[in-house]
């Protein structure tokens, strides 16, 4: 098994500029996460999905849109990259026991992003 | 809103001392914590994952203890080495159909050889 994997592993953009990072596991897990690490702030959570065909909005949503059309794979799309959202990204993806709550979170690699 | 906090923000120790973290989160009604391990510049890798019917989940070395009641998690390291030089984050789940997981801002830990 390959895990979660992510690419690209590092970006810069400009700012207006629009990308998508994306995240595919291996797994056959039913929940995906998208996440934001920054300095002294821990992970906040952007979007996550518990199937295909269904997504929602975590702590800090504005300025990004998901989507998930496939069980594997959940992009994460920047439309218009603003310097604020210089981060570094992570995708997670875990089962969830058909409602009974998280298994373990497995996380990919990263992505780390710099808009300029 | 669920709020947890990992106090200290940094620990040093020299090599075979028990290393002691502590998490603590305002919102009792937890459905499980998990403890991840984050080496510089990689993603998170969990270490225990704790039920919130468990009192404490152990493996190898690792013993994580859970007290829901006065929020708190700690996770013990027992006889430390310089591989476990890592930063070390505790996540909260809450109700099982609320998938919004909750992060500590982590414990940056340095073990001197």
């Known amino acids: 098994n390959a895990g979660v994997t992510q690419t690209p592993k590092f970006q810069v953009l400009k700012t207006g500029q629009s990308m998508t990072l994306q995240c595919a596991q291996d797994m056959n897990h039913e929940y995906m996460s998208w996440y934001r690490q920054d300095p002294g702030m821990g992970l906040r959570l952007i979007h996550y999905?518990?199937?295909?065909?269904?997504?929602d909005q975590g702590e800090v949503p504005n300025g990004y849109n998901v989507s998930r059309s496939t069980t594997e794979d959940f992009p994460l799309r920047l439309l218009s990259a603003a310097p604020s959202q210089t981060s570094v990204y992570f995708c997670a993806s875990s089962y969830t026991g058909s409602g009974q709550g998280f298994y373990e979170q497995y996380f990919g690699p990263g992505t780390r992003l710099t808009v300029t | 809103k669920q709020e947890v906090t990992q106090i200290p923000a940094a620990l040093s120790v020299p090599e075979g001392e028990n290393l002691v973290l502590n998490c603590s989160f305002t919102?009792?009604?937890?459905?499980?914590l998990q403890w991840f391990r984050q080496d510089p510049g990689k993603g998170l890798t969990s270490l225990l994952l704790?039920?919130?019917?468990?009192r404490e989940q152990t493996s190898g070395r690792l013993n994580a203890s859970l007290d829901k009641s006065s929020g708190r998690s700690t996770l013990y390291i027992a006889a430390s080495q310089p591989g476990d030089s890592a930063t070390y984050l505790c996540?909260?789940?809450?109700?099982?159909?609320?998938?919004?997981?909750?992060f500590g801002a982590g414990t940056t830990v340095t073990v001197r050889a």
């Open positions: 996540a909260v789940s809450p109700r099982s159909n609320d998938y919004k997981l909750s």
């Open positions: 704790i039920q919130s019917s468990q």
């Open positions: 919102d009792s009604a937890i459905y499980n």
């Open positions: 999905s518990v199937g295909a065909g269904i997504t």
